[in-house]
């Protein structure tokens, strides 16, 4: 891992950059994955250490995704961690494009979703559906682009699979270059683009630390082209 998707590090807790295409955590032989790279930089950092470094993971990005994790480098801080991503301790914040124009400039949407693990899809269900989880989060219209494209800045109340997009589609809103939950309108527009990405990034986290009680934020820019390449360059 590049010492410059280190955000922030201390004995308890480590914060990185994800970016796209790698996946928070995998099984999988031969494929990187963020807990792999957090370790080997860990294990480099301090070749002092006699034990395998530990790396514990409290909340997930899907693979896809870019964005700020935090990570726990100890049981009793992957515990307290763990707790405030399970509430709303942990403030999570989202930049997105999305395709579409007739709907508020603002507004929170609750749904409930059903994840199909044969598949890897999660739907939008009646909430008496067994197995459907309670989906929460709030949006606000940050600025229009080209083609109908809207940058919105998505706050996250729960967290679900493929939560904001699912939700975000179901409400009229799909996220640029999201070809599994967009439909054939939304591929087109990406291709039309030059956009292969889905246009999502957790640009902001905020969380108390484990151990001083300390609050803190994380702010980072996307990197993605699917911000950069229809304009949208302010992400305030």
Known sequence: MKNERILYEDNDIIVCHKPAGIATQTARVGQA??????????????????????????????????????????????????????????????????????????????NYLFKDAKTNTSRVVPPEVKGAKEAKLSYEVLSQGPSGTVLVRVRLHTGRHHQIRVQMANA????????????????????????????????RLAFTH???????????????????????????
């Not at 439909?183 to 527009?189: K, Q, T, W």
């Not at 934020?217 to 949208?232: R, S």
């Open 172 to 203: 009229g809103m799909p996220l640029l270059g999201d070809r599994k939950y967009g439909g054939e309108a939304v591929a087109a527009l990406s291709s039309q683009l030059g956009v292969r990405e889905i246009a999502l990034c957790a640009y």
């Open 33 to 110: 994955d963020m807990v792999s790279e957090i370790s080997n930089y860990l294990k480099t950092a301090h070749p002092e250490w006699k034990s395998p470094p530990y790396v514990g993971v409290v909340h997930r990005l899907d693979q896809p995704v870019e964005g700020i994790l935090v990570f726990a480098e100890h049981k009793a801080a992957a515990a307290d961690l763990s707790r405030q991503a399970a509430g709303d301790s942990m403030k999570k914040e989202y930049l997105a494009v999305v395709c579409g124009e007739n709907f508020p400039r603002a507004g929170e949407l609750t």
């Open 210 to 236: 484990p151990k001083t009680g300390e609050r803190m934020q994380f702010e980072i820019e996307p990197e993605g082209a699917a911000f950069h390449k229809i304009g949208f360059e302010k992400f305030q």
